[in-house]
């Protein structure tokens, strides 16, 4: 019969590996990893958040009145705010809440237009997408997850060089998901493979969209390129900005009613609720992430719920993982 080896004749190794060291939440990572506590300079690193995120809308907004009736048309802001719903829907109800952690589950016409929809916002294909934010849930704010702000430690230079990575500078480190892994079941399903297979054909069309709508309304070259510009670019770079900043920010700044794991840092942050749908209730979604609800106390708007509501009311979508108050208590901290 086989036996493995002889434990008399088997050399034990003359110097066996260390074990990795026990993360302690405050140091730098090693080479793949994140790290959370702050010290003094907490004003400073706020005021610099600010400036990174408040500014660039600031900005946006006085070109906005400086160009209007020039530059930029009624029919622009309107196909934007459009567009913005459409894909900021589709990634916050169709890949996070529905694909990455099964709030629910939809009638295969709504799933595939969800994931298409999600797909449009140009922030990868719905399979990396969902491969990478559920290994920032299997890792979070330690070493594994690919984009926490802890990083490189808790000393000020440190929280300020992990904000920017957290926010944009891990999109630019060669530091691939395993889908095999973290996504298997989407890599199972055809529909999605497609969709994802599409993602090149989809960011075209997210551009394409207002382009030939600003032409058929206006009826001229500049409004098709005013269309572009606002609906299209415009659009994409603030829900992008908006959803990487639930990646920074709502680790570092708001509150923290409710208990997550061990070094789990995952805050509310109530300016960006509306922004992001409902995506900044984000403690509460790091303790019981399955929730079809991020926002569950009095006067926290969730746009993205209330979608999933009313889906469910048209047949469409089934088995929401609705919170229950109980539930809710039970991991308040």
Same mark, same amino acid.
């Given at each position: 019969?086989?036996?493995?080896?002889n434990?008399?004749?088997t050399?034990?190794?003359?110097?066996?590996?260390?074990?990795?060291?026990?993360?302690?939440?405050?140091?730098?990572?090693?080479?793949?990893?994140?790290?959370?506590?702050?010290?003094?300079?907490?004003?400073?690193?706020?005021?610099?958040? *600010?400036?990174?995120?408040?500014?660039p809308?600031?900005?946006?907004?006085?070109?906005?009145?400086?160009?209007?009736?020039?530059?930029?048309?009624?029919?622009?802001?309107?196909? *934007?705010?459009?567009?913005y719903?459409?894909?900021?829907?589709?990634?916050?109800?169709?890949?996070?809440?529905?694909?990455?952690?099964?709030?629910?589950?939809a009638?295969?016409?709504?799933?595939?237009?969800?994931?298409?929809?999600?797909?449009?916002s140009?922030?990868?294909?719905v399979?990396?997408?969902?491969?990478?934010?559920?290994?920032?849930?299997?890792?979070?704010?330690r070493p594994?997850?690919?984009?926490?702000?802890?990083?490189?430690?808790?000393?000020?230079?440190?929280?300020?060089?992990?904000?920017?990575?957290a926010?944009?500078?891990?999109?630019?480190?060669n530091?691939?998901?395993?889908?095999?892994?973290?996504?298997?079941?989407?890599?199972?399903?055809?529909?999605?493979?497609?969709?994802?297979?599409?993602?090149?054909?989809?960011?075209?069309?997210?551009?394409?969209?207002?382009f030939?709508?600003?032409?058929?309304?206006?009826?001229?070259?500049?409004?098709?390129?005013?269309?572009?510009?606002w609906?299209?670019?415009?659009?994409?770079?603030?829900?992008?900005?908006v959803t990487?900043?639930?990646?920074?920010?709502?680790?570092m700044?708001?509150?923290?009613?409710?208990?997550?794991?061990?070094?789990?840092?995952?805050?509310?942050?109530?300016?960006?609720?509306?922004?992001?749908?409902?995506?900044?209730?984000h403690?509460?979604?790091?303790?019981?992430?399955?929730?079809?609800?991020?926002?569950?106390?009095?006067?926290q708007?969730?746009?993205?719920?209330?979608?999933?509501?009313?889906l469910?009311?048209?047949?469409w979508?089934?088995?929401?993982?609705w919170?229950?108050?109980?539930?809710?208590?039970?991991?308040?901290a």
């Amino acid at each position: 019969m086989p036996h493995g080896p002889n434990p008399s004749t088997t050399a034990a190794p003359s110097n066996p590996a260390p074990p990795p060291p026990r993360y302690d939440g405050t140091s730098p990572f090693p080479p793949e990893g994140p790290a959370p506590a702050r010290d003094g300079g907490e004003r400073l690193y706020v005021t610099v958040t *600010a400036a990174i995120v408040v500014l660039p809308f600031l900005v946006l907004g006085l070109a906005g009145w400086l160009l209007w009736g020039s530059l930029i048309h009624p029919a622009d802001i309107v196909l *934007a705010l459009v567009l913005y719903t459409i894909t900021g829907l589709g990634v916050t109800v169709g890949f996070h809440r529905g694909l990455t952690h099964g709030g629910y589950r939809a009638v295969r016409p709504v799933r595939i237009a969800l994931a298409a929809a999600g797909s449009m916002s140009f922030q990868g294909d719905v399979i990396g997408w969902v491969a990478t934010h559920r290994r920032h849930h299997a890792f979070t704010d330690r070493p594994g997850d690919p984009h926490s702000p802890y990083r490189y430690g808790t000393h000020l230079r440190g929280q300020l060089r992990g904000l920017a990575h957290a926010h944009v500078g891990w999109l630019f480190r060669n530091d691939r998901t395993s889908a095999e892994r973290y996504a298997p079941d989407l890599l199972a399903d055809r529909d999605i493979r497609a969709v994802a297979r599409a993602f090149p054909a989809l960011c075209v069309l997210t551009l394409a969209v207002p382009f030939g709508a600003g032409w058929l309304i206006g009826g001229t070259w500049a409004h098709a390129l005013t269309a572009l510009l606002w609906a299209g670019l415009i659009r994409i770079a603030l829900l992008h900005h908006v959803t990487w900043s639930v990646n920074s920010l709502c680790h570092m700044i708001g509150e923290r009613p409710f208990r997550t794991r061990h070094h789990d840092r995952a805050t509310n942050l109530w300016p960006l609720a509306l922004l992001s749908f409902g995506e900044s209730w984000h403690n509460l979604h790091h303790a019981d992430p399955t929730s079809a609800r991020h926002g569950v106390d009095r006067g926290q708007l969730d746009p993205s719920a209330a979608v999933i509501r009313l889906l469910e009311r048209l047949g469409w979508v089934h088995d929401v993982r609705w919170p229950t108050p109980m539930r809710v208590d039970a991991r308040r901290a």
